[in-house]
Every structure is written in C-alpha cells, then in structure tokens.
DNA sequence: ATAATAAATTACCGTATGGTAATTTTATTT
DNA sequence: AAATAAAATTACCATACGGTAATTTATTAT
C-alpha cells in the first residue's frame, strides 16, 4: 500500500442525507463494527440503521447524533465554505 | 460594547437537538432574519421552524439540512474530539 | 461448495411528524 | 399606550417513521 493511513482525518462535509448515509457505512466498516454493535450502542432498530446508511432523508436528527456518538463521531455547524 | 465582533467563526459542535435549536435561532436572529424568511427559502411550515429551534428531538435530517443551507450553515462530521 | 455471519427486506402497526391556516401570545416600534 | 410585527400554539389530518421480529439476500470464512 502507498498510504497506510489514508483515512482523512478532516470533517466532512454533509450535503445530503446520502452524503451522511455513506459516511457513516464506510466510517462503521473501518472500525470493524456491524450494524447490529451499533443497535446497541445507540438504542435502535436494525431498520434505522439501514434506512440512514441508506441515505433515507427523514431519519429523525436525535437519532442520528446517537449513531453517530457510538461510531465516536461528532456533528458540527459551521459557516458556509469556512474552513473550506 | 466589548467585543463587536463576538460572533465565534469556527465551527460548533452540536451535541443535542437543543443546541443544534439554539444555535439555528441565534444564527438567524444575528441575520436579521425572520422565521417567516425561512419558511420560504427552505420551503417548510412555521411549526417545523419552531420545533426545530425548540430543540425538538424528532426532526427529519433533511429538512434540518435545508434550513441551515437558508441560513448559509452547513454541517459536517468530525472524528470525536479532532480539533476539539 | 457449505456453513456461518452480516446486511437487507418485509409485514404489522402504534405513534408522531409536519403542512396548513387560524388564533393567541409575545416582542418591537412609533 | 396603540399599533404593528414576529413568534408560538392549536386543531385537523394525511402520511409515514421506526420498533420488532421473521425472512431473505449477500458477504465472508472454513
């Protein structure tokens, strides 16, 4: 391999539900994790967690956060193009 | 005043609905904007505005999205911590 | 190839979202 | 204080979220 540690550590940018879908499924993977770890980490459904990797766009926010805190991931505002 | 220009640049975490509420009304109160304002460019209903900036735990991501695209926010996902 | 594991789909269904639009309450302005 | 504007509440209600749990499909491992 050229780049070991090719993951960017950066924020990524969230367009779109299917932008938030992706991110979480490659981020899970990464980690080694199943869908049905996180279920448990974050009190769900196995429904939810397909329906938001998925990209599906009414997934309900609170929800997300919480998948999001068990994959150890953070959400953040911030000005349109800042920091680019 | 102290500080003119007090408004911090970088980006906020967003740890819960509540803060995510908090920060879209002070974001478009120092817009001088009007929820009314927002109805239109987000295409949504007053109730979702005011359930959102109430902090509301169960509003759909996308719309969430639209909203702060009106505001000229934009969300992003980071690793827990990263730049603290 | 088979078995085993993980992911996705589906049906059932109670509950809640959120639009509309009218009304009320709160805040701002003159 | 009156008037104006903004924000919040409410009722009505069609739509659909999402849990559970079983089933099917896909992926990975032996």
Redesign the pocket.
């Known amino acids: 391999m050229i780049n070991d540690d090719s993951e960017a550590k950066q924020p990524i940018k969230i367009k779109s539900t299917q932008d938030l879908g992706q991110l979480v499924?490659e981020y899970?993977?990464a980690q080694k994790?199943?869908?049905?770890?996180i279920?448990g980490l974050a009190?769900?459904?196995?429904?939810?967690?397909?329906?938001?990797?998925?990209g599906?766009?009414?997934?309900?926010f609170q929800?997300v956060l919480d998948v999001l805190d068990a994959l150890g991931l953070e959400l953040a505002v911030r000005i349109n193009g800042s920091l680019k």
Chains 1, 2 share one sequence.
Not at 33 to 37: F, I, K, N, P, S
């Open positions: 499924r899970r993977v994790m199943t869908q049905a770890d279920l009190n769900t459904g196995n429904r939810f967690i397909v329906e938001l990797e998925n599906k766009p009414t997934v309900q929800k």
